[in-house]
């Protein structure tokens, strides 16, 4: 059996290492660091616990990408805060003043423990985890993340490709493959990811600015989805009168959401041909490569035994 290579949502752990800690978690200049701490714990567990072979922590180098927006406008328009000064037009995502800049603390940690990090220009970390999962060929892929969407990326083959949903904490991570995914969401297990995706569309998600088709739930998005297939064949099943497939009541809704099913699939479905760039060699180092700038580091902010913790689990 090969060791995994993980696939790690980054924003996804700091958000929730912020909140599950009290910023009264300082650095001796006063600065909070309860996200950093957090997320080398959680780091350390997650490396103990599964023993990767290769490591990946991906970014978001647009968290509101473009070609989204443009297919969707209402998508994360919810979570601007106001328009930041690096260019006219631009929007920037309202994160907790005292998360913010934490978060280059964490990337430096990353760079001196030599764990590589990912990001895409233009796109989100989810587009950077399924453009690595859908690629690799050698290693099953575990995806380790609090977000819902990236059940659409487990698959058997050419790799398995699993997801760790950490949407209860690290400690209660749940793992999805198709089979745990289709018997969760009464999905078709042969395209139990894809399904999800389509599924994910007509039942929309109001924390990422998705309407979904009115009066379209959960366990009804599923029927449809197993029943007819994809979003597009239900928007052809649509221009189909003699298509018994669709029930009465379900075709009025759809016929009424025919131009948000018409762009969701691209908002939804993740980029897996995102250009993906990473900052090193993905390989999880058995050491340190930095180790004096480590420990430098865990001084400078306090970072006491979470940094003694990932370094052992390194080891």
């Not at 760079?111 to 950077?128: K, P």
């Not at 989805?225 to 003699?242: F, M, N, Q, R, Y």
């Not at 340190?288 to 430098?296: G, M, N």
Request: aromatic share 6%; charged share 25%; proline share 8%.
């Amino acid at each position: 059996m090969r060791t995994p290579l993980v696939l790690l949502d980054s924003a996804s752990l700091w958000f929730r290492a912020f909140y599950a800690l009290p910023e009264s978690m300082t650095a001796p200049d006063g600065t909070p660091v309860n996200a950093v701490r957090g997320f080398a714990d959680m780091i350390a567990k997650i490396i103990t616990d599964r023993r990767p072979s290769r490591f990946v922590a991906c970014l978001d180098a647009d968290w509101r990408p473009a070609f989204r927006v443009e297919a969707l406008p209402s998508y994360k328009a919810h979570r601007v805060a106001e328009a930041v000064t690096s260019g006219p037009g631009a929007d920037a995502e309202e994160v907790p003043d005292t998360l913010t800049p934490q978060v280059p603390v964490i990337l430096e940690l990353l760079d001196a423990l030599g764990i590589a990090t990912a990001e895409a220009a233009g796109y989100e970390a989810d587009d950077v985890i399924g453009a690595l999962a859908t690629a690799e060929d050698r290693d099953p892929v575990e995806v380790v993340t609090g977000d819902r969407d990236l059940f659409q990326l487990v698959r058997e083959e050419p790799t398995p490709v699993r997801v760790m949903y950490t949407g209860k904490g690290i400690a209660k991570a749940e793992f999805f493959g198709p089979e745990e995914l289709a018997a969760r969401y009464g999905l078709p297990v042969d395209r139990a990811g894809a399904a999800y995706a389509d599924m994910a569309a007509l039942r929309g998600d109001p924390s990422d600015g998705l309407p979904g088709v009115a009066g379209i739930g959960e366990k009804t998005a599923a029927g449809l989805i197993t029943a007819v297939g994809s979003v597009e064949d239900l928007l052809a099943a649509l221009d189909d009168p003699a298509d018994t497939r669709i029930p009465t009541r379900s075709r009025g809704k759809l016929e009424a959401a025919r131009e948000y099913l018409a762009v969701a699939p691209k908002v939804v479905r993740v980029a897996v041909d995102a250009p993906v760039s990473l900052d090193r060699d993905d390989v999880l180092p058995s050491a340190p490569v930095d180790l004096d700038r480590v420990r430098a580091l865990q001084e400078q902010w306090g970072l006491s035994r979470s940094v003694d913790r990932l370094v052992a689990a390194l080891g």
